[in-house]
């Protein structure tokens, strides 16, 4: 105990940038855990879509989802889930949901939503709407 308490003494810098690093993993773990959704990636999604008939919802806004989108993809914009208007959909809750999301810093608020919905089987794709463009998969792009 002696040795760490001159350790910490000498190098005062180093132990408080340790210090905040073990914090900020420990408080990324404790949300990881608390978190009421999962990222997948796209060979996830997929498996979901095909085995479990998992329903796809974009909420990018209605220009890029008619652009291109996921074949059989639902759009519903971030502010509507946000607003609670998920119920209008009448999705079925045994389903799981995956969500294509552009904003991701307003993930958490969305899938709470979702949950307080009874949604309990939510997901997010990593890179969203790119990693199928990137994988060349199912893509359902607007005729000009």
Same mark, same amino acid.
């Given at each position: $105990?002696?040795?760490? $308490?001159?350790?910490?003494?000498? *190098?005062?810098?180093? &132990?408080?940038?340790?210090?905040?690093?073990?914090?900020?993993? %420990?408080?990324?773990?404790?949300?990881? +855990?608390?978190?009421?959704?999962?990222?997948?990636?796209?060979?996830?999604?997929?498996?979901?879509?095909?085995?479990?008939?998992?329903?796809? +919802?974009?909420?990018? %806004?209605?220009?890029?989802?008619?652009?291109?989108?996921?074949?059989?993809?639902?759009? $519903? &914009?971030?502010?509507?889930?946000?607003?609670?208007?998920?119920?209008?959909?009448?999705?079925?809750?045994? /389903?799981?949901?995956?969500?294509?999301?552009?904003?991701?810093?307003?993930?958490?608020?969305?899938?709470?939503?979702?949950?307080?919905?009874?949604? *309990?089987?939510? /997901?997010?794709?990593?890179?969203?709407?790119? &990693?199928?463009? %990137?994988?060349?998969?199912?893509? &359902? %792009?607007?005729?000009?």
């Amino acid at each position: $105990m002696q040795n760490i $308490m001159f350790f910490i003494r000498d *190098n005062l810098i180093l &132990s408080v940038i340790w210090f905040f690093l073990l914090i900020l993993i %420990v408080s990324l773990t404790i949300q990881n +855990i608390l978190s009421k959704f999962t990222i997948i990636n796209y060979h996830q999604a997929k498996n979901l879509i095909e085995k479990e008939n998992a329903i796809i +919802i974009d909420t990018r %806004v209605i220009e890029l989802f008619n652009k291109s989108h996921v074949a059989n993809s639902i759009h $519903m &914009s971030l502010q509507n889930i946000l607003s609670g208007h998920i119920k209008e959909l009448k999705l079925s809750k045994i /389903y799981p949901i995956i969500l294509i999301i552009s904003e991701l810093h307003q993930c958490n608020e969305c899938t709470k939503q979702l949950h307080t919905h009874g949604f *309990n089987r939510i /997901y997010v794709i990593e890179d969203g709407i790119q &990693s199928w463009d %990137v994988k060349d998969l199912n893509l &359902s %792009v607007e005729e000009k």
